[in-house]
């Protein structure tokens, strides 16, 4: 054991996880070239470039996440095109390979961390404002989420091609869907004919390993409430329950790095260059958007020129940041912070997220006793030894519900069940509560359920808001370093915590059921000193709790939003092609003209695949004559 400690792939720098998983870090890492060996990830051209200086490019990419890994995969398949790939972080560290320990990335280094602006009408019992993780390393966000694949459903992109946007209704962004999807499990890639799911892709699609019997007791109790069990999560029914799948491969994580870029990393017109914070996208003298300044390794200031066109996918929050350091945003905010104007744009307007409000019920009749770190151990070698048990999933959350909570009956949600389990004396609802930052009354009250029973979390997630948000800088110098302000707004419009508040009583109803009985299944009510005067399960009170414990389910998008020439509101067009300059196109989340009904990891994917065919189809059409805007 201590010599495979030593050894090279042992060694490798581990991400700061919490003090139980880093004790039993120690176990996984013997095992780490199995797992994460070094030479998985593609090799970091940044010291090339210092020592060599940089070429110029046919497409500069700034963001090698979800978006980012895909279109410089698209795009590098032209061999006479050559691609830089700028990414912020470095490779992912073990934890991201292990999928139950996702959560344990969140405010390290592999995170930039970012806080929402406190505010008296939401997220009240989360002090320092709502905590807005952000993927910092190769494959983005899709590096530290979930993991869960979900499309949305139908209506939410009819409702883009409606607003405007030809080319992005369903039946157009199905077969995008499909191209990068390798679909393992035939129950779901053979429904429907096979006509909504890929077989052939790069991103491994297959169920969370798993046997947790509560994830049956929910549907059953979901069936005894009239809820129908939907085969396929992403099929052609939109209102039931039913098992998730994920972006996982073999007991690990499918990230969008490894499904795109790792296959591809011999590739010679592809630099990759890690460690690369973008500053800002500037004009040639015929007014183009063609240099990338960035810094390497936070030291080291160079630029980057493209021939065609550079294409920012740096997610919902650092997109509009770039955009607005390159005097692309709102006139009277560039004017107050000093920034000169190339294009008065709503960038950073239209934010959209999932708020989540959750809901803790113990489950009185569990006999587990409190997990040892024996029994931890075990776990660990488990995974180690088999890809299976504890650490390969996260247990039943792979169990999801849709409702809508005005019809039953209506064919498309309002509302998206997410379940969590509590192990009895894991300590995982520390870690939990800590990360999302809640004040002392919500740790110590979740610590105390957790002592004395397992505790089913049920986040109750608003799939359509109406409230947005905004984005903004607020650098007086233009410090690329200072974050920006996130103003998310959550419940501005009543009617979202009216939604909220009847998926509460949904939930309810489930608690209800036979089966959830027989669990001696019953709801635990927090400590919140604001709502303690209010009668306990009134609507008054169930409005202050959603208030105080609102959460983000980590879905910004709509910053960039993409929308026709009479939309005053759009900062890009259908083709993704930043208005009023040339040279920039924004490719990731921040293009959503309206938040879909799911998680967004997957329309991202998708909208990334579109892209790169848009960008292809547009170079093909010019002349050779004119390789250069």
Excluded at 210 to 237: C, M, Q, R, V, W
Excluded at 331 to 356: M, R, Y
């Amino acid at each position: 054991m201590e010599a495979l400690l030593n050894s090279q792939c042992a060694t490798q720098s581990l991400g700061p996880a919490n003090q139980l998983f880093a004790m039993l870090l120690q176990t996984i890492m013997a095992a780490q070239c199995s797992i994460s060996p070094p030479d998985m990830w593609p090799k970091d051209y940044g010291p090339t470039a210092l020592n060599e200086g940089l070429q110029e490019y046919d497409f500069i990419v700034v963001g090698a996440g979800s978006a980012g890994s895909v279109v410089a995969n698209r795009l590098s398949e032209n061999p006479d095109w050559k691609i830089l790939l700028l990414e912020a972080g470095g490779d992912p560290p073990i934890e991201s390979e292990i999928p139950n320990m996702f959560f344990t990335l969140q405010r390290t280094e592999y995170d930039w961390s970012f806080f929402a602006e406190p505010s008296d009408k939401y997220a009240k019992s989360i002090p320092k404002g709502s905590f807005w993780p952000r993927g910092r390393l190769l494959g983005g966000s899709g590096a530290i989420n979930a993991m869960l694949y979900v499309r949305g459903n139908r209506r939410d992109y009819d409702r883009w091609k409606e607003s405007g946007n030809p080319g992005w209704g369903y039946d157009d962004v199905l077969p995008y869907f499909m191209k990068s999807e390798n679909n393992r499990n035939p129950n779901v890639a053979e429904s429907n004919g096979g006509k909504l799911h890929g077989k052939d892709g790069s991103l491994n699609i297959e169920y969370f390993p798993t046997n947790s019997p509560l994830i049956g007791d929910i549907f059953e109790a979901a069936k005894e409430l009239g809820y129908k069990h939907l085969n396929d999560i992403n099929g052609d029914e939109y209102v039931g329950f039913g098992r998730v799948q994920g972006t996982v491969v073999n007991g690990t994580r499918c990230s969008p790095a490894k499904a795109f870029l790792n296959p591809i990393k011999d590739r010679q017109n592809l630099h990759i260059m890690k460690n690369t914070r973008v500053v800002n996208v500037e004009q040639d003298k015929k007014g183009v958007f063609r240099w990338v300044n960035f810094f390497i390794d936070d030291e080291h200031l160079r630029a980057a020129k493209a021939r065609k066109e550079v294409i920012i996918s740096a997610g919902s929050i650092n997109t509009p940041q770039i955009l607005m350091l390159s005097g692309i945003g709102p006139k009277p905010l560039l004017q107050s912070v000093g920034v000169n104007i190339a294009a008065d744009l709503p960038v950073g307007e239209n934010l959209q997220d999932h708020v989540v409000v959750p809901l803790y019920y113990r489950i009185n009749k569990s006999t587990a006793q409190a997990h040892t770190l024996l029994d931890l151990t075990n776990s660990y070698n488990q995974y180690l030894l088999y890809r299976d048990g504890f650490l390969a999933s996260h247990d039943v959350t792979s169990a999801m519900g849709f409702i809508n909570t005005v019809n039953f009956t209506d064919q498309y949600p309002d509302a998206q069940l997410h379940f969590f389990i509590f192990k009895k004396g894991a300590n995982n609802s520390l870690l939990f509560a800590s990360k999302i930052g809640f004040d002392n009354n919500i740790i110590q009250s979740l610590n105390e359920f957790t002592l004395e029973t397992d505790v089913l979390s049920v986040f109750v997630t608003l799939l359509n808001p109406k409230s947005k948000g905004t984005v903004k800088i607020t650098s007086q110098d233009c410090n690329p370093y200072t974050p920006p302000k996130i103003v998310p707004n959550y419940f501005e419009d009543n009617e979202d915590i009216e939604t909220v508040v009847r998926a509460i009583r949904v939930v309810q109803r489930l608690a209800d059921t036979k089966v959830f009985k027989n669990n001696q299944a019953e709801i635990s009510r927090l400590d919140i000193p604001g709502c303690d005067e209010l009668e306990f399960d009134s609507d008054e009170y169930w409005h202050c709790y959603s208030r105080h414990v609102t959460m983000t389910l980590y879905h910004p998008v709509g910053t960039a939003k993409m929308g026709p020439d009479e939309d005053s509101s759009a900062v890009v067009d259908s083709r993704l092609k930043v208005k009023k300059v040339t040279g920039l196109r924004v490719v990731d989340g921040s293009v959503l003209p309206s938040i879909v009904s799911g998680n967004t990891n997957a329309p991202i994917m998708m909208i990334a695949e579109k892209a790169s065919d848009m960008i292809k189809e547009d170079w093909k059409e010019k002349s050779d004559v004119h390789t250069e805007l």
